[in-house]
């Protein structure tokens, strides 16, 4: 559990016998909420909890649910499954995490909820997340919430709940979650190790998680240098493709510059950079000459385009077709102006 979200954790134990049947745990992606919900089922289902509600951590069912098995628990989450169509050793299968929980999985809950308790005490689902749920999952579930027996929880966790039916999200209590304050990140992900911590978390638009991900990954490599050389008023587009093809993944190529030309425009609209803070000086340059609705159409193309970067390219030319789209956007309005 991360401390920014203590207080949120101790008013729900704290109200814990009058807590909804179903409670929907929505905000961004990265900033914990699987931890708060993790720590509320713990909490839920510790025998031996502390004054504030929050488990022990040493009685049986603490023991349980740290290894995943504990009687009265469900997590209902994408789950991997076998492409027999890929080929990988002598097996010529491979596993991959489907992107859905199935309908076969929610069927699965019938005994669990409607048979006593293991312990006599509460039962705990977890749906992480709940928008995995395809159209028949959504459906078989939403007649479990409909008419829960007594001390039975439902914690839905989303990233993404406009992906929800809303008769899903109308049997929900919902606990909306937003990111800490920057300074709070910061200062956790300067304990995790995180060099820059304010520019790992720019990138990751105030999610720490992400950004602690996006650090240990090395996701952020070479992500000045790049940017560096497209800052230019003459860069070379062929040149910087060919520089960085190599090293440079596209669904990264892709993402830096979309973030790249959204600051442009922040910028000349708002006076603030909001992924790339440490660069303000080079997109200065760039903004006052360039007129901010011509960047957003360019921006918008490239948030389009992060569906094409999974399909098979040549990486070198394709990254050249999209900086000569951007070398030609800057320097005609740098003509214009």
């Known amino acids: 559990m991360f401390n920014w979200f203590k207080e949120e954790l101790l008013d729900l134990l704290e109200q814990k016998n009058q807590l909804a049947h179903a409670l929907l745990i929505r905000g961004p992606r990265g900033i914990g909420k699987q931890a708060l919900a993790a720590a509320l089922a713990r909490g839920l289902l510790c025998e031996k909890p502390d004054p504030t509600g929050e488990s022990c951590g040493h009685c049986s069912a603490c023991g349980w649910m740290e290894t995943n098995a504990h009687p009265d628990f469900r997590l209902l989450a994408p789950v991997s499954e076998e492409d027999a169509g890929a080929e990988e050793g002598d097996g010529g299968k491979k596993t991959k995490l ?34 995995a749920l395809n159209v028949s999952a959504a459906n078989a579930l939403l007649k479990n919430l409909e008419e829960p027996p007594a001390q039975t929880h439902f914690i839905l966790i989303s990233h993404r709940t406009h992906r929800l039916p809303r008769t899903i999200v ?35 638009s105030g999610a720490p998680l992400l950004a602690l991900t996006a650090s240990e990954s090395g996701e952020l490599n070479g992500r000045r240098d790049f940017l560096a050389n497209i800052a230019g008023p003459d860069f070379d587009p062929v040149a910087v493709a060919e520089q960085h093809h190599r090293e440079l ?23 603030e950079a909001r992924f790339n803070p440490d660069m303000v000086r080079e997109l200065q340059k760039i903004a006052g000459q360039v007129e901010p609705l011509a960047v957003l159409r360019l921006h918008r193309k490239l948030v389009r385009e992060q ?11 394709y990254m050249e077709s999209v900086l000569l789209t ?12």
């Open 170 to 204: 109308s049997r929900c209590r919902q606990l909306v979650l937003r990111a800490p304050e920057a300074s709070v990140a910061m200062q956790w992900l300067a304990e995790q190790g995180v060099n820059k911590p304010e520019i790992a978390l720019a990138q990751c």
């Open 307 to 317: 569906r094409n970067v999974q399909h098979p390219l040549n990486a070198r030319l």
């Open 98 to 131: 489907s992107p859905w929980i199935s309908i076969e999985q929610v069927r699965d809950l019938h005994d669990f909820i409607h048979v006593a308790s293991h312990r006599g005490g509460r039962k705990v689902i977890l749906v992480n997340p709940a928008e």
């Open 326 to 337: 951007y070398a030609d956007l800057i320097k005609s309005q740098r003509r214009a102006a």
């Open 249 to 271: 993944s596209l669904e990264r190529f892709i993402n830096w510059l979309q973030k790249w030309t959204y600051d442009i425009a922040a910028l000349r609209m708002y006076g």
